[in-house]
Protein backbone atom coordinates (compact mmCIF):
# COMPACT_ATOMS: atom_id res chain seq x y z
CA UNK A 1 0.00 0.00 0.00
CA UNK A 2 2.94 2.91 0.90
CA UNK A 3 4.52 1.36 -2.85
CA UNK A 4 1.19 2.61 -4.43
CA UNK A 5 1.06 5.63 -2.54
CA UNK A 6 4.78 6.54 -3.65
CA UNK A 7 4.47 5.34 -7.07
CA UNK A 8 1.02 7.71 -7.27
CA UNK A 9 2.97 11.05 -6.17
CA UNK A 10 5.98 9.83 -8.09
CA UNK A 11 4.09 10.16 -10.87
CA UNK A 12 2.00 13.37 -10.17
CA UNK A 13 5.25 15.28 -9.89
CA UNK A 14 6.54 13.69 -13.31
CA UNK A 15 3.30 14.87 -14.93
CA UNK A 16 3.73 18.28 -13.13
CA UNK A 17 7.23 19.11 -14.79
CA UNK A 18 6.54 18.05 -18.19
CA UNK A 19 3.20 20.72 -18.39
CA UNK A 20 5.62 23.37 -17.09
CA UNK A 21 8.16 22.48 -19.60
CA UNK A 22 5.22 22.25 -22.11
CA UNK A 23 4.09 26.09 -20.96
CA UNK A 24 7.56 27.18 -21.26
CA UNK A 25 7.84 26.44 -24.66
CA UNK A 26 4.75 28.43 -25.86
CA UNK A 27 5.76 31.23 -23.35
CA UNK A 28 7.32 34.71 -25.66
CA UNK A 29 9.21 36.84 -23.50
CA UNK A 30 7.80 40.70 -23.83
CA UNK A 31 10.63 42.90 -25.44
CA UNK A 32 12.60 45.15 -23.51
CA UNK A 33 11.92 48.53 -23.39
CA UNK A 34 14.13 51.10 -25.36
CA UNK A 35 15.96 53.24 -23.46
CA UNK A 36 18.52 56.43 -24.93
CA UNK A 37 22.01 55.63 -23.53
CA UNK A 38 24.82 57.97 -24.22
CA UNK A 39 27.15 56.92 -26.92
CA UNK A 40 30.59 56.67 -25.25
CA UNK A 41 33.47 56.91 -27.44
CA UNK A 42 37.08 55.57 -26.69
CA UNK A 43 39.68 58.04 -27.68
CA UNK A 44 41.80 56.56 -30.33
CA UNK A 45 45.03 56.43 -28.40
CA UNK A 46 47.57 53.68 -27.86
CA UNK A 47 46.88 51.61 -24.88
CA UNK A 48 49.97 51.94 -22.56
CA UNK A 49 51.83 48.87 -24.22
CA UNK A 50 51.55 50.48 -27.17
CA UNK A 51 52.71 54.11 -26.15
CA UNK A 52 55.78 52.27 -24.51
CA UNK A 53 56.44 50.39 -27.27
CA UNK A 54 55.98 53.59 -29.95
CA UNK A 55 58.64 55.63 -27.35
CA UNK A 56 60.75 52.83 -27.56
CA UNK A 57 61.26 53.24 -31.55
CA UNK A 58 61.06 57.04 -31.52
CA UNK A 59 64.23 56.56 -28.95
CA UNK A 60 65.94 54.21 -31.35
CA UNK A 61 65.40 56.60 -34.12
CA UNK A 62 67.09 59.59 -31.99
CA UNK A 63 70.02 57.36 -31.15
CA UNK A 64 70.52 55.99 -34.54
CA UNK A 65 70.26 60.09 -35.95
CA UNK A 66 73.26 60.79 -33.04
CA UNK A 67 75.58 57.50 -34.36
CA UNK A 68 74.89 58.51 -37.86
CA UNK A 69 72.57 55.56 -38.45
CA UNK A 70 70.34 57.97 -40.55
CA UNK A 71 68.17 55.20 -42.79
CA UNK A 72 67.55 53.36 -39.90
CA UNK A 73 66.57 56.38 -38.20
CA UNK A 74 64.23 57.11 -40.81
CA UNK A 75 63.12 53.46 -40.65
CA UNK A 76 61.97 54.40 -37.14
CA UNK A 77 60.34 57.85 -38.11
CA UNK A 78 58.56 55.83 -41.35
CA UNK A 79 56.42 53.52 -38.95
CA UNK A 80 55.38 56.58 -36.66
CA UNK A 81 54.23 58.62 -39.24
CA UNK A 82 51.89 56.16 -40.12
CA UNK A 83 50.97 55.16 -36.50
CA UNK A 84 50.74 58.75 -35.32
CA UNK A 85 48.19 61.50 -35.39
CA UNK A 86 47.94 65.21 -33.85
CA UNK A 87 50.67 66.92 -32.54
CA UNK A 88 53.00 63.61 -31.73
CA UNK A 89 52.97 63.14 -35.75
CA UNK A 90 53.76 66.88 -36.28
CA UNK A 91 56.52 66.24 -33.77
CA UNK A 92 57.97 63.57 -35.53
CA UNK A 93 57.07 64.98 -39.20
CA UNK A 94 59.68 67.44 -37.80
CA UNK A 95 62.64 65.21 -36.57
CA UNK A 96 61.75 63.44 -39.95
CA UNK A 97 62.58 67.23 -42.30
CA UNK A 98 65.56 67.58 -40.16
CA UNK A 99 67.10 64.46 -40.76
CA UNK A 100 66.38 64.50 -44.60
CA UNK A 101 68.02 67.74 -44.82
CA UNK A 102 70.98 65.56 -43.80
CA UNK A 103 71.06 62.54 -45.42
CA UNK A 104 72.14 61.75 -49.15
CA UNK A 105 69.90 62.19 -52.05
CA UNK A 106 70.85 58.62 -53.21
CA UNK A 107 69.35 57.13 -50.25
CA UNK A 108 66.63 60.00 -50.48
CA UNK A 109 65.54 59.13 -54.09
CA UNK A 110 65.59 55.09 -52.85
CA UNK A 111 62.84 56.40 -50.14
CA UNK A 112 60.74 58.91 -52.84
CA UNK A 113 60.16 55.80 -55.24
CA UNK A 114 59.49 53.24 -52.36
CA UNK A 115 55.91 51.91 -51.94
CA UNK A 116 55.94 51.81 -48.25
CA UNK A 117 57.16 55.18 -47.47
CA UNK A 118 54.96 57.62 -45.18
CA UNK A 119 56.96 60.65 -45.81
CA UNK A 120 55.08 63.16 -47.39
CA UNK A 121 56.16 63.30 -51.14
CA UNK A 122 56.29 67.03 -50.77
CA UNK A 123 58.99 67.10 -48.12
CA UNK A 124 60.94 64.42 -50.35
CA UNK A 125 60.85 66.31 -53.47
CA UNK A 126 61.88 69.48 -51.72
CA UNK A 127 64.91 67.97 -50.12
CA UNK A 128 66.00 66.24 -52.98
CA UNK A 129 65.78 68.77 -55.64
CA UNK A 130 67.21 71.35 -52.86
CA UNK A 131 70.26 68.76 -52.01
CA UNK A 132 70.87 68.67 -56.06
CA UNK A 133 71.05 72.42 -56.26
CA UNK A 134 72.91 73.21 -52.97
CA UNK A 135 75.10 70.70 -52.64
CA UNK A 136 75.78 68.67 -55.52
CA UNK A 137 75.43 71.96 -57.99
CA UNK A 138 73.66 69.77 -60.47
CA UNK A 139 71.59 72.28 -61.82
CA UNK A 140 69.85 70.18 -64.69
CA UNK A 141 68.64 67.40 -61.85
CA UNK A 142 67.53 70.21 -59.32
CA UNK A 143 65.88 71.35 -62.08
CA UNK A 144 63.82 68.66 -63.09
CA UNK A 145 62.85 67.59 -59.32
CA UNK A 146 62.18 71.06 -57.88
CA UNK A 147 59.80 71.61 -61.54
CA UNK A 148 58.06 68.20 -60.51
CA UNK A 149 57.55 69.61 -56.81
CA UNK A 150 55.81 72.69 -58.63
CA UNK A 151 53.47 71.28 -60.64
CA UNK A 152 52.48 68.13 -57.82
CA UNK A 153 52.05 71.08 -54.74
CA UNK A 154 51.42 74.64 -55.93
CA UNK A 155 49.81 75.48 -53.08
CA UNK A 156 52.79 74.12 -50.70
CA UNK A 157 54.10 76.40 -48.12
CA UNK A 158 57.52 76.65 -49.67
CA UNK A 159 56.42 77.09 -53.31
CA UNK A 160 57.67 80.51 -53.40
CA UNK A 161 61.11 79.38 -52.32
CA UNK A 162 61.03 76.77 -55.08
CA UNK A 163 60.17 78.79 -57.66
CA UNK A 164 62.96 81.51 -56.76
CA UNK A 165 65.75 78.63 -56.69
CA UNK A 166 64.26 77.66 -60.14
CA UNK A 167 64.48 81.25 -61.55
CA UNK A 168 67.88 81.27 -60.23
CA UNK A 169 69.33 77.98 -61.50
CA UNK A 170 67.64 78.96 -64.75
CA UNK A 171 70.29 81.98 -64.82
CA UNK A 172 73.20 79.94 -63.62
CA UNK A 173 73.23 77.37 -66.16
CA UNK A 174 72.76 79.99 -68.94
CA UNK A 175 76.17 81.08 -70.69
CA UNK A 176 74.90 83.26 -73.77
CA UNK A 177 78.26 83.14 -75.21
CA UNK A 178 77.84 79.28 -76.05
CA UNK A 179 75.92 77.24 -78.49
CA UNK A 180 76.00 73.68 -79.08
CA UNK A 181 75.69 72.61 -82.55
CA UNK A 182 74.71 69.22 -83.59
CA UNK A 183 75.62 68.21 -86.86
CA UNK A 184 75.58 64.56 -88.78
CA UNK A 185 79.25 64.46 -89.36
CA UNK A 186 79.34 60.52 -89.87
CA UNK A 187 77.52 58.23 -91.09
CA UNK A 188 74.74 58.10 -94.08
CA UNK A 189 74.35 62.27 -94.24
CA UNK A 190 78.26 63.20 -93.89
CA UNK A 191 78.38 65.43 -96.45
CA UNK A 192 75.64 67.79 -95.29
CA UNK A 193 76.84 67.90 -91.95
CA UNK A 194 80.67 69.14 -93.04
CA UNK A 195 79.07 71.40 -95.45
CA UNK A 196 76.99 73.23 -92.52
CA UNK A 197 80.20 73.14 -90.62
CA UNK A 198 81.84 75.03 -92.94
CA UNK A 199 79.00 77.76 -92.55
CA UNK A 200 79.16 77.60 -89.07
CA UNK A 201 82.74 77.77 -88.55
CA UNK A 202 82.62 81.53 -90.41
CA UNK A 203 79.62 82.44 -88.53
CA UNK A 204 82.27 81.73 -85.59
CA UNK A 205 85.46 83.75 -87.08
CA UNK A 206 83.03 86.58 -87.38
CA UNK A 207 80.97 86.45 -84.13
CA UNK A 208 84.30 86.14 -82.10
CA UNK A 209 85.87 89.42 -84.09
CA UNK A 210 82.34 91.63 -83.13
CA UNK A 211 82.17 90.57 -79.38
CA UNK A 212 85.60 90.69 -78.76
CA UNK A 213 84.95 91.46 -74.96
CA UNK A 214 83.49 88.14 -74.78
CA UNK A 215 84.52 84.70 -75.28
CA UNK A 216 82.16 83.09 -77.69
CA UNK A 217 82.20 78.73 -77.46
CA UNK A 218 80.77 76.66 -80.27
CA UNK A 219 80.17 73.10 -78.92
CA UNK A 220 80.28 71.18 -81.83
CA UNK A 221 78.59 67.48 -81.51
CA UNK A 222 78.32 64.70 -83.69
CA UNK A 223 75.04 62.92 -84.35
CA UNK A 224 76.62 60.39 -86.98
CA UNK A 225 73.19 60.56 -88.34
CA UNK A 226 71.22 58.46 -85.82
CA UNK A 227 68.19 59.22 -83.54
CA UNK A 228 69.73 57.72 -80.27
CA UNK A 229 73.06 60.00 -81.05
CA UNK A 230 71.22 62.72 -81.31
CA UNK A 231 69.51 62.14 -78.08
CA UNK A 232 72.36 61.83 -76.37
CA UNK A 233 74.26 64.88 -77.29
CA UNK A 234 71.14 66.97 -76.52
CA UNK A 235 72.13 65.65 -72.63
CA UNK A 236 75.69 66.28 -72.52
CA UNK A 237 74.97 70.11 -73.76
CA UNK A 238 72.48 70.57 -71.14
CA UNK A 239 75.07 70.05 -68.52
CA UNK A 240 77.42 72.61 -70.51
CA UNK A 241 74.74 75.13 -69.69
CA UNK A 242 75.01 76.11 -73.52
CA UNK A 243 72.55 79.03 -74.20
CA UNK A 244 70.81 77.24 -77.39
CA UNK A 245 71.69 74.58 -79.48
CA UNK A 246 71.76 74.81 -83.57
CA UNK A 247 70.88 71.93 -85.44
CA UNK A 248 70.31 69.12 -85.80
CA UNK A 249 69.53 68.46 -89.52
CA UNK A 250 68.12 64.44 -90.11
CA UNK A 251 67.38 63.70 -86.57
CA UNK A 252 65.73 66.11 -85.97
CA UNK A 253 62.21 64.74 -84.18
CA UNK A 254 63.88 62.44 -82.20
CA UNK A 255 66.26 65.05 -80.40
CA UNK A 256 63.55 67.64 -80.37
CA UNK A 257 61.75 65.61 -77.76
CA UNK A 258 64.84 65.80 -75.87
CA UNK A 259 65.58 69.25 -75.95
CA UNK A 260 62.14 70.35 -75.58
CA UNK A 261 62.05 68.18 -71.89
CA UNK A 262 65.35 69.71 -71.12
CA UNK A 263 64.24 73.18 -72.12
CA UNK A 264 66.62 74.26 -74.59
CA UNK A 265 66.43 76.25 -77.03
CA UNK A 266 66.85 74.54 -80.82
CA UNK A 267 66.96 75.96 -83.84
CA UNK A 268 66.71 72.63 -86.53
CA UNK A 269 67.61 72.82 -90.21
CA UNK A 270 65.00 70.50 -91.63
CA UNK A 271 62.45 70.81 -93.95
CA UNK A 272 60.14 69.20 -92.01
CA UNK A 273 57.89 71.75 -90.48
CA UNK A 274 55.96 69.68 -88.33
CA UNK A 275 58.89 68.79 -86.16
CA UNK A 276 57.97 72.78 -84.48
CA UNK A 277 54.40 70.65 -82.41
CA UNK A 278 56.80 69.32 -80.37
CA UNK A 279 56.94 72.41 -78.09
CA UNK A 280 57.77 75.88 -77.78
CA UNK A 281 61.45 75.47 -77.34
CA UNK A 282 61.75 74.24 -80.97
CA UNK A 283 62.21 76.32 -83.54
CA UNK A 284 63.29 75.21 -87.41
CA UNK A 285 65.14 77.35 -89.86
CA UNK A 286 64.93 75.80 -93.42
CA UNK A 287 63.08 76.36 -96.70
CA UNK A 288 60.37 74.44 -96.73
CA UNK A 289 57.83 73.09 -99.71
CA UNK A 290 55.18 75.55 -98.58
CA UNK A 291 57.73 78.25 -98.13
CA UNK A 292 59.23 77.63 -102.13
CA UNK A 293 55.66 76.72 -103.46
CA UNK A 294 53.73 79.89 -101.84
CA UNK A 295 56.68 82.23 -103.16
CA UNK A 296 56.20 80.35 -107.00
CA UNK A 297 52.51 80.44 -106.98
CA UNK A 298 52.58 84.58 -105.82
CA UNK A 299 55.62 85.30 -108.38
CA UNK A 300 54.04 83.98 -111.09
CA UNK A 301 50.37 85.63 -110.46
CA UNK A 302 50.93 88.79 -108.73
CA UNK A 303 54.41 89.71 -110.93
CA UNK A 304 54.19 87.62 -114.08
CA UNK A 305 50.27 87.90 -114.30
CA UNK A 306 49.62 84.66 -114.82
CA UNK A 307 46.15 82.54 -113.88
CA UNK A 308 46.66 79.58 -115.64
CA UNK A 309 48.75 77.12 -113.88
CA UNK A 310 49.22 73.14 -115.22
CA UNK A 311 51.21 70.11 -112.96
CA UNK A 312 53.15 67.40 -114.95
CA UNK A 313 54.43 66.07 -112.02
CA UNK A 314 56.11 62.38 -111.09
CA UNK A 315 54.65 59.73 -109.27
CA UNK A 316 56.86 59.42 -106.43
CA UNK A 317 56.71 61.02 -102.79
CA UNK A 318 58.16 64.47 -103.58
CA UNK A 319 56.16 64.89 -107.11
CA UNK A 320 52.70 64.28 -105.01
CA UNK A 321 53.83 66.65 -101.88
CA UNK A 322 55.12 68.90 -104.13
CA UNK A 323 51.76 68.96 -106.33
CA UNK A 324 48.87 68.98 -104.14
CA UNK A 325 51.25 72.26 -101.80
CA UNK A 326 51.45 73.83 -105.18
CA UNK A 327 47.57 73.31 -106.22
CA UNK A 328 46.23 74.51 -102.47
CA UNK A 329 48.12 77.60 -103.36
CA UNK A 330 46.73 78.26 -106.42
CA UNK A 331 43.20 77.83 -105.76
CA UNK A 332 43.91 80.03 -102.91
CA UNK A 333 45.43 82.50 -104.83
CA UNK A 334 42.04 82.76 -107.26
CA UNK A 335 44.19 80.88 -109.88
CA UNK A 336 43.16 77.85 -112.19
CA UNK A 337 44.47 74.39 -112.68
CA UNK A 338 43.80 73.23 -116.19
CA UNK A 339 46.14 70.76 -116.81
CA UNK A 340 47.46 68.01 -114.22
CA UNK A 341 49.31 64.74 -115.49
CA UNK A 342 51.41 62.50 -113.54
CA UNK A 343 54.05 60.05 -115.11
CA UNK A 344 55.90 56.92 -113.63
CA UNK A 345 59.49 56.93 -112.94
CA UNK A 346 60.12 54.98 -116.16
CA UNK A 347 58.11 57.11 -118.98
CA UNK A 348 60.05 58.89 -121.43
CA UNK A 349 57.31 60.20 -123.88
CA UNK A 350 55.32 62.86 -122.15
CA UNK A 351 53.28 64.18 -125.54
CA UNK A 352 49.78 63.16 -123.74
CA UNK A 353 50.43 65.42 -121.35
CA UNK A 354 51.95 68.13 -123.74
CA UNK A 355 48.35 67.39 -126.37
CA UNK A 356 46.35 68.45 -123.42
CA UNK A 357 48.25 71.50 -123.03
CA UNK A 358 48.07 72.42 -126.69
CA UNK A 359 44.70 71.96 -126.56
CA UNK A 360 43.94 73.57 -123.33
CA UNK A 361 45.69 76.99 -124.54
CA UNK A 362 44.00 76.30 -128.27
CA UNK A 363 40.45 76.66 -126.56
CA UNK A 364 41.64 79.79 -124.88
CA UNK A 365 42.37 81.78 -128.11
CA UNK A 366 39.15 82.68 -129.55
CA UNK A 367 38.29 84.60 -126.11
CA UNK A 368 41.39 86.80 -126.70
CA UNK A 369 40.68 86.82 -130.74
CA UNK A 370 37.16 89.06 -129.64
CA UNK A 371 39.29 91.46 -128.08
CA UNK A 372 41.57 92.19 -130.73
CA UNK A 373 41.91 95.95 -132.41
CA UNK A 374 39.47 96.20 -134.94
CA UNK A 375 40.27 96.98 -138.70
CA UNK A 376 39.88 101.21 -137.98
CA UNK A 377 42.30 100.49 -134.77
CA UNK A 378 45.65 101.58 -134.84
CA UNK A 379 47.78 98.23 -136.10
CA UNK A 380 49.87 96.43 -133.42
CA UNK A 381 52.04 93.22 -133.60
CA UNK A 382 50.07 91.05 -130.98
CA UNK A 383 50.38 87.13 -131.27
CA UNK A 384 47.09 85.96 -129.85
CA UNK A 385 49.04 82.50 -128.97
CA UNK A 386 52.08 84.10 -126.85
CA UNK A 387 49.23 85.89 -125.27
CA UNK A 388 47.86 82.88 -123.48
CA UNK A 389 50.38 82.54 -120.49
CA UNK A 390 50.08 79.33 -119.09
CA UNK A 391 52.65 78.30 -115.96
CA UNK A 392 54.24 74.97 -116.02
CA UNK A 393 55.25 73.43 -112.20
CA UNK A 394 57.02 70.32 -113.07
CA UNK A 395 58.41 69.49 -109.69
CA UNK A 396 61.19 66.95 -110.56
CA UNK A 397 65.12 66.76 -111.88
CA UNK A 398 66.98 68.96 -113.86
CA UNK A 399 66.92 64.91 -115.54
CA UNK A 400 64.03 64.55 -115.70
CA UNK A 401 63.31 68.11 -117.15
CA UNK A 402 65.88 67.61 -120.03
CA UNK A 403 63.64 65.03 -121.13
CA UNK A 404 60.52 66.94 -120.90
CA UNK A 405 61.00 70.26 -122.28
CA UNK A 406 62.49 69.07 -126.13
CA UNK A 407 58.59 67.71 -126.70
CA UNK A 408 57.21 71.32 -126.05
CA UNK A 409 58.62 72.17 -129.16
CA UNK A 410 58.12 68.94 -131.15
CA UNK A 411 54.61 69.71 -130.36
CA UNK A 412 54.66 73.00 -130.94
CA UNK A 413 53.54 74.62 -127.38
CA UNK A 414 55.78 77.58 -126.93
CA UNK A 415 55.98 80.31 -124.86
CA UNK A 416 55.61 78.30 -121.93
CA UNK A 417 56.28 79.44 -118.34
CA UNK A 418 58.52 77.19 -116.17
CA UNK A 419 58.52 76.55 -112.33
CA UNK A 420 60.70 74.78 -110.18
CA UNK A 421 61.63 74.59 -107.30
CA UNK A 422 65.57 74.70 -105.27
CA UNK A 423 66.37 71.43 -106.88
CA UNK A 424 66.51 73.13 -110.35
CA UNK A 425 69.54 75.56 -109.22
CA UNK A 426 72.19 72.93 -110.52
CA UNK A 427 74.29 73.10 -113.15
CA UNK A 428 72.75 70.00 -114.56
CA UNK A 429 69.91 72.07 -115.74
CA UNK A 430 72.53 74.29 -117.71
CA UNK A 431 72.76 71.09 -120.14
CA UNK A 432 69.56 71.75 -121.74
CA UNK A 433 69.63 73.84 -124.63
CA UNK A 434 68.98 76.80 -124.27
CA UNK A 435 65.80 77.43 -126.52
CA UNK A 436 63.82 75.06 -124.41
CA UNK A 437 65.07 77.32 -120.83
CA UNK A 438 63.12 80.30 -121.93
CA UNK A 439 60.62 82.03 -119.06
CA UNK A 440 62.22 79.93 -116.42
CA UNK A 441 61.47 80.92 -112.55
CA UNK A 442 63.34 78.68 -109.38
CA UNK A 443 62.93 79.73 -105.93
CA UNK A 444 66.08 78.78 -103.70
CA UNK A 445 67.00 79.98 -99.99
CA UNK A 446 69.87 81.27 -101.15
CA UNK A 447 71.73 82.66 -104.10
CA UNK A 448 75.74 83.03 -103.68
CA UNK A 449 75.97 86.07 -106.26
CA UNK A 450 73.28 88.26 -105.07
CA UNK A 451 73.35 91.82 -104.69
CA UNK A 452 71.62 91.38 -101.39
CA UNK A 453 74.00 93.27 -98.98
CA UNK A 454 74.26 89.88 -96.50
CA UNK A 455 74.02 87.29 -99.00
CA UNK A 456 77.02 89.18 -101.03
CA UNK A 457 78.63 89.97 -97.96
CA UNK A 458 79.08 85.67 -96.38
CA UNK A 459 79.78 85.07 -100.03
CA UNK A 460 82.75 86.34 -100.20
CA UNK A 461 83.75 85.84 -96.46
CA UNK A 462 83.03 81.93 -97.21
CA UNK A 463 84.99 82.28 -100.48
CA UNK A 464 88.01 83.77 -98.87
CA UNK A 465 88.37 80.75 -96.09
CA UNK A 466 87.23 77.86 -98.52
CA UNK A 467 88.39 78.93 -102.04
CA UNK A 468 84.60 78.50 -103.57
CA UNK A 469 81.42 79.90 -103.23
CA UNK A 470 78.67 78.40 -100.53
CA UNK A 471 75.61 76.45 -101.34
CA UNK A 472 72.40 76.83 -99.13
CA UNK A 473 73.36 74.53 -96.46
CA UNK A 474 76.33 76.30 -95.68
CA UNK A 475 74.63 79.61 -95.75
CA UNK A 476 71.51 78.38 -93.57
CA UNK A 477 74.05 77.06 -90.58
CA UNK A 478 75.77 80.45 -90.93
CA UNK A 479 72.66 82.52 -90.23
CA UNK A 480 71.46 79.68 -87.74
CA UNK A 481 74.22 79.76 -85.59
CA UNK A 482 74.88 83.80 -86.04
CA UNK A 483 71.36 84.53 -85.30
CA UNK A 484 71.01 82.12 -81.78
CA UNK A 485 74.49 84.28 -80.38
CA UNK A 486 73.48 87.72 -81.53
CA UNK A 487 69.76 86.82 -79.52
CA UNK A 488 71.12 85.22 -76.69
CA UNK A 489 73.86 88.41 -76.05
CA UNK A 490 71.28 90.75 -76.27
CA UNK A 491 70.76 92.03 -72.54
CA UNK A 492 67.46 91.49 -71.75
CA UNK A 493 68.22 87.64 -72.66
CA UNK A 494 69.28 86.01 -68.96
CA UNK A 495 68.13 82.62 -69.69
CA UNK A 496 67.19 79.81 -72.07
CA UNK A 497 63.18 81.20 -71.58
CA UNK A 498 64.04 84.35 -72.06
CA UNK A 499 66.01 83.35 -74.75
CA UNK A 500 63.16 81.25 -75.85
CA UNK A 501 60.71 84.13 -75.96
CA UNK A 502 62.94 86.19 -77.66
CA UNK A 503 63.29 83.89 -81.16
CA UNK A 504 59.63 83.98 -80.96
CA UNK A 505 59.31 87.57 -80.64
CA UNK A 506 59.20 88.38 -84.26
CA UNK A 507 62.15 89.98 -84.51
CA UNK A 508 63.51 89.93 -88.03
CA UNK A 509 66.62 88.47 -88.82
CA UNK A 510 69.09 89.95 -91.33
CA UNK A 511 71.68 87.61 -92.73
CA UNK A 512 72.88 85.39 -95.97
CA UNK A 513 69.51 83.79 -96.84
CA UNK A 514 67.36 87.01 -96.35
CA UNK A 515 65.30 88.40 -93.73
CA UNK A 516 63.78 85.31 -91.28
CA UNK A 517 61.82 85.72 -88.49
CA UNK A 518 60.08 82.76 -86.46
CA UNK A 519 56.47 82.50 -86.93
CA UNK A 520 53.97 81.35 -84.16
CA UNK A 521 54.24 77.85 -84.48
CA UNK A 522 58.27 77.93 -84.57
CA UNK A 523 58.69 77.85 -88.13
CA UNK A 524 60.81 80.51 -90.42
CA UNK A 525 59.08 82.87 -92.28
CA UNK A 526 61.64 83.21 -94.71
CA UNK A 527 62.40 86.09 -97.71
CA UNK A 528 63.20 83.47 -101.04
CA UNK A 529 65.47 84.21 -103.60
CA UNK A 530 64.14 84.39 -107.40
CA UNK A 531 66.00 83.02 -110.06
CA UNK A 532 66.14 82.26 -113.94
CA UNK A 533 68.59 81.50 -116.87
CA UNK A 534 69.78 84.06 -119.21
CA UNK A 535 73.22 83.15 -121.47
CA UNK A 536 73.14 79.64 -119.92
CA UNK A 537 74.01 81.27 -116.64
CA UNK A 538 71.71 81.53 -112.94
CA UNK A 539 70.82 85.24 -112.48
CA UNK A 540 68.57 86.75 -109.97
CA UNK A 541 65.82 87.93 -111.04
CA UNK A 542 64.83 91.73 -110.48
CA UNK A 543 68.70 92.40 -109.26
Request: with cysteine.
Amino acid sequence: MVIKIRYMVTTIIYLTLLLSLASCANFQPEPPKKHRQPQIVLPSVPDQVEQSHYAAIEQKGNNDVKSGNYRLALNSYNTLISKYSGEDKKRILAKTEALLSIMKNSDLEVVLSSKKSHIPESMLLYRVGMNYAQKQKDNQKAKEVLTRFVLAYPNDPKIAEVQEILKNIETLSFSKNTIGCMLPLSGKYERFGKQALRGIQVAEQELKELYKDQEIVFIVKDTESKDDKAIECIKELAQTNAAAIAGPMVTSEAAAKEAQEQQIPMICMTQKSEVTATGDYIFSNFITPEIQIEGLVYYAKEVMGIDNFAVISPNDKYGERFTSLFKDAVVKGGGEIVVSEVYSDNQTDFSDAIKKLVSVKNAMLPALESELPSENSEPQQTDTASAVKIAIFIPDSPAKVGMILPQFLYHNFKDAYLLGTNIWHNNALLKISPEHLQNVVITDGYFPKSTKPEAARFAEAFKAVYGEYPGFIESIAYDTASMLIKTAMDSVVDSRLTLKNALAGNIIYNGATGETMFEPNGNAKKELFFITIKDNQFVEIGR
